[in-house]
C-alpha cells in the first residue's frame, strides 16, 4: 500500500513535471501589486511638474516620455511595429460665439451667451453665420429602429436648427423594457444627439438641460463657453458636422417655446409617448461664431507582451493619460488641474498591470496590450482613433478592460460593474471577486450612462466586449454610508478641480491593489483560455460582434 501510494505520487510529480508549463495558476503574479508602486506613478504622474497633462502641452511631453520608460523598464515590446506610441491627429477648435442670440417670430427677443446657451462648433471654417434660421423641435431626438423609434419621421430639419432634450425616452418611468427605464442608452447620450442631428442634415443642434436627468447641473456645461475643444483631424475624411451644436438653458428653453404659443412642459410629457411628432417653432434664430482651428499630433501609448501560443488573440488593458491642463485658478488660486485620481491613478494601475504581466511564472497565451490612450476629457479621442485605425484587428481582439480611476478610499467589500447585463466579463469578474472574498454590486447611477462616458465605450462600439468598474462604496471599516460619503466628497470638492491632486493623509492604496488584482485575475483568465467572452442578449453592441464573426 505505501508502495502505491509512492509511486502515485511519484507519478503525478512526473506528470506535473513533464506536463504543459503554460497553464494559469490562480496566485501567480498577484504578489506584484503594492500600495507603494501605484502611489510612486501617482505621485509623478500628477505633479505640478507635468501641468495637468493636456495634450498639445509641454506637460503631453513629460507624460509621454515617463510612459515610454515605464514601459521599457517593465520589459514591455513596442506595442506600435518598432514603437510605443501611435500618432493622433487632432484639431484644437475654439469658438469665440457671439454674446447674444437673436430670435424672430411673433415676438422678437434676444438670449444670452453663457446665462442662457452655449454653443461650439466642431468645424475648422474662419467663421460660421446663421442668418434667421429656422427652429424646429425633434423631441428627444432619437432614431432607435430596435425601438420602434424615429423622432425624426416626417419631419424635416435639414439646413435647419434643431432643438433636442436630454437623456432618452425611458428615464423617469416605471417600465424597464421601454428603452432601458432609468438605465441611459446611448441614445440619451449628448454626443449622439449632435451626430444624428447631423445625419439628418441639420444646420445646428441644441441639447435642452435638465439638471435631472442629464446628471449635472448647467454650470457645468457653461465652462465649456468658448472654450477650446479637441477633435480628431477631418481632414480628407469628407465628414459632415452641424455648423454649431451646444445647450439651451431650461429657463431659455421655456421663454423660446411660450414666444411659439406653447408649453414646454406639456410638450416634453408628450414627446415621452410613442408616435409623438415634432414641430417648426415658427422662429428664426440668427448668431454667428469666429473660429480659430490649430493642427496639432498627440499620442497613444502603446505595449505588449506576446502570447506564447495564440500571439493573434489581443486582450486590451486601456486607461486614460491626459487630464485638463492649466486652467482657471480656484479659490486657493491654484490653476493647474493636476487629475490624480481622474487619471493618474488609472494609469498607475495600467503601469502595475504590465508588470504582473511580466512576473508570471507562465507566459500569458495571449497577447495582453496595454493601451495608455490620450484626449479623452475632451471627447474620448484617443480611443476613438484607436478603434477607427487599430493597431491589432478588432476580430481577433478578445476584450477590452478599462481603468479610470482607482480606489483611494482603503478597503472596500465591494466593486461597481458599470453597463450590467453587457457581456461576460461581469461574469468573470464575479467569480473572482468572490474567490477574493469580495462583491460586485450594480451601478446605483445607471441613468448617468457612465458607459457610455470612459474610453472602454470606443471598444463596445466597433464590437469588442468592455468591462468597466467603479470604485464601491461598502467600507471595510466603517461601511457603505462612509464610503458613499467618500465618494459624494471627491464629486463635490475635486472632481474636475485643481483640487484633485494627490495627498497621502486623504489617500488609502490598499483597495486599489484590490482592485487592481481583480482586473489582473479577469485578463489573466482570458490569456490562458481558448474561450471568446460574448455580448449578453439585449446588449446594444451583440449584433455588431457577430456581424464581424460571420464575416
Not at 453665420?129 to 428627444?140: T, Y
Not at 493573434?312 to 479659490?331: F, V
Not at 512576473?359 to 496595454?370: A, D, E, G, H, V
Not at 492604496?509 to 483560455?529: C, P
Request: charged share 25%.
Amino acid at each position: 500500500m505505501v508502495q502505491k501510494i509512492a509511486f502515485t505520487a511519484a507519478t503525478a510529480c512526473f506528470l506535473f513535471a513533464c506536463g504543459p508549463k503554460n497553464e494559469f495558476d490562480p496566485k501567480d503574479g498577484l504578489q506584484s501589486f503594492t500600495a507603494q508602486g501605484i502611489e510612486e506613478h501617482i505621485i509623478t504622474l500628477a505633479s505640478d511638474e507635468f501641468q495637468g497633462r493636456r495634450p498639445f502641452t509641454e506637460g503631453e511631453k513629460k507624460t509621454l516620455t515617463y510612459l515610454e520608460a515605464q514601459y521599457k523598464a517593465s520589459g514591455l515590446e513596442p506595442g506600435n511595429e518598432n514603437s510605443y506610441l501611435q500618432e493622433v491627429p487632432m484639431v484644437e477648435i475654439t469658438a469665440f460665439a457671439d454674446s447674444v442670440l437673436t430670435i424672430k417670430g411673433k415676438s422678437n427677443y434676444k438670449i444670452s451667451g453663457y446665462k442662457d446657451y452655449v454653443l461650439w462648433t466642431q468645424r475648422t471654417d474662419s467663421i460660421i453665420r446663421w442668418q434667421d434660421e429656422e427652429l424646429v423641435f425633434a423631441g428627444f431626438g432619437i432614431v432607435a429602429p430596435e425601438y420602434n423609434w424615429n423622432d425624426y419621421e416626417g419631419l424635416d430639419v435639414k439646413n435647419k436648427i434643431v432643438l433636442v432634450m436630454v437623456n432618452d425616452p425611458g428615464f423617469g418611468g416605471e417600465d424597464s423594457t421601454f428603452f432601458k427605464g432609468n438605465t441611459m442608452t446611448y441614445y440619451g447620450r449628448w454626443t449622439y444627439k449632435f451626430e444624428e442631428a447631423a445625419r439628418q442634415g441639420a444646420k445646428g443642434c441644441f441639447v435642452i438641460h435638465n439638471t435631472i436627468p442629464a446628471a449635472y447641473p448647467f454650470g457645468v456645461v457653461q465652462n465649456g463657453w468658448n472654450a477650446p475643444h479637441l477633435y480628431l483631424d477631418p481632414r480628407g475624411k469628407n465628414q459632415y458636422f452641424c455648423e454649431g451644436v451646444g445647450w439651451l438653458s431650461k429657463p431659455a428653453t421655456d421663454k423660446i417655446f411660450a414666444a411659439a404659443g406653447l408649453s414646454f412642459n406639456e410638450l416634453q410629457t408628450k414627446a415621452r409617448q410613442p408616435g409623438f411628432k415634432g414641430m417648426s417653432l415658427q422662429q428664426k434664430i440668427s448668431t454667428s461664431m469666429k473660429v480659430k482651428s490649430k493642427f496639432d499630433k498627440t499620442y497613444n501609448v502603446v505595449g505588449k507582451i506576446t502570447g506564447s501560443e495564440h500571439p493573434e488573440e489581443y486582450i486590451i488593458y486601456s486607461s486614460h493619460w491626459d487630464h485638463l491642463g492649466i486652467g482657471k485658478k480656484d479659490l486657493s488660486g491654484d490653476s493647474i488641474y493636476n487629475g490624480a485620481y481622474d487619471n493618474a491613478s488609472g494609469t498607475a494601475g495600467l503601469l502595475e498591470l504590465a508588470k504582473a504581466f511580466k512576473s508570471l511564472k507562465n507566459k500569458p497565451k495571449r497577447t495582453i496590450i496595454f493601451l495608455a490612450v490620450t484626449a479623452e476629457e475632451q471627447g474620448l479621442w484617443g480611443s476613438a482613433y484607436y478603434a477607427e485605425n487599430p493597431i491589432y484587428p478588432t476580430e481577433k481582439t478578445v476584450a477590452n478592460i478599462n481603468i479610470d480611476g482607482l480606489n483611494p478610499y482603503g478597503k472596500l467589500n465591494d466593486i461597481i460593474v458599470i453597463g450590467k447585463g453587457q457581456s461576460d466579463l461581469e461574469d468573470y469578474l464575479s467569480e473572482e471577486a468572490k474567490l477574493l472574498g469580495r462583491q460586485v454590486v450594480d451601478d446605483n447611477e445607471s441613468e448617468k450612462g457612465y458607459y457610455f462616458r470612459s474610453d472602454h465605450f470606443n471598444f463596445a462600439k466597433v464590437g469588442i466586449p468592455a468591462l468597466y468598474t467603479h470604485t464601491g462604496s461598502d467600507h471595510a471599516e466603517k461601511g457603505k454610508a462612509y464610503g458613499q460619503q467618500l465618494k459624494n466628497e471627491y464629486t463635490q470638492k475635486y472632481y474636475h478641480q485643481p483640487s484633485d491632486a494627490y495627498d497621502a493623509s486623504r489617500w488609502n492604496l490598499e483597495g486599489a491593489v484590490d482592485d487592481l488584482k481583480l482586473l489582473f485575475q479577469v485578463g489573466k483568465r482570458l490569456a490562458f483560455e481558448n474561450t471568446w467572452p460574448k455580448w449578453k442578449d439585449g446588449s446594444e453592441f451583440k449584433a455588431i460582434r457577430e456581424g464581424k464573426e460571420k464575416k
